[in-house]
């Protein structure tokens, strides 16, 4: 099966900076990659997601890359708010597989 | 909100005990996976049901298992509680198995 690395586990930044979060995959068909934002207590929620047959997707202060040579994608978020701190998971999934291959996740603090 | 509903939100049981969690996909969704999210630790694939057969598992023993229903909601049944299984139980809806997928807020297994 897949297997799913997350670094770093822990993220501390100053309101206003970016931080950027970066996963590894193992299966080279992996071909879907969302990322999930979990407040405490909260459910995961989607926050973005990239295809196999796309570098590189934005959504206002978020984006994410994707690099299918080195097996490794990244989300970046600009211009941090408060609000921004959570756990967040990366995630990957085959292209007949069922199931998506969690990231242990990075718990991101953004402070004010 | 994404519609993805779970109950009930905590549950507390002896181990032992058999417990079953409920889950109702987001509108327009027959497809439905449920995870198993340890403390400090990303969603862990349980299976998956998709028109109501199951369509793959995780790394999960037999005392794990599910339904799905017409209108796809869908159940998840642990028999013979071991303390292990205390954990927050996800279950997460999406369209054809493709892509995005929805979770709902979890159910909060406690075994004592």
């Known amino acids: 099966g897949e297997n799913v690395e997350q670094h770093p586990s822990t993220l501390s930044v100053q309101e206003g900076d970016s931080a950027v979060i970066k996963c590894t995959y193992s299966?080279?068909?992996?071909?879907?990659f969302p990322w999930y934002k979990q407040e405490l207590g909260k459910r995961p929620q989607l926050i973005i997601d990239i295809r196999s047959n796309v570098g590189e997707k934005k959504d206002l202060r978020i984006a994410v890359t994707l690099n299918k040579t080195a097996k490794h994608f990244s989300l970046h978020i600009t211009e941090t708010q408060p609000e921004d701190s959570a756990v967040y998971f990366c995630a990957a999934r085959l292209p007949d597989g069922n199931q998506f291959y969690f990231g242990t996740g990075t718990s991101l603090t953004v402070i004010p | 909100e994404t519609g993805v509903t779970q109950s009930p939100t905590h549950l507390i049981k002896t181990r032992g005990q058999q417990v079953t969690l409920r889950c109702s996909s987001q509108s327009g969704h027959n497809t439905v996976s449920w995870y198993q999210q340890a403390l400090g630790q990303g969603p862990q694939f349980i299976f998956q049901?998709?028109?109501?057969?199951?369509?793959g598992r995780g790394n999960f023993p037999p005392r794990f298992s599910g339904l799905q229903f017409p209108n796809y909601s869908s159940e998840l049944n642990v028999n013979a509680l071991e303390l292990d299984d205390s954990a927050l139980y996800l279950c997460?809806?999406?369209?054809?198995?493709?892509?995005?997928?929805?979770f709902g807020p979890g159910t909060r297994l406690t075994v004592t």
């Open positions: 997460a809806s999406s369209m054809d198995r493709v892509y995005e997928q929805y």
């Open positions: 049901y998709y028109r109501e057969e199951e369509n």
């Open positions: 299966d080279s068909a992996s071909n879907y």
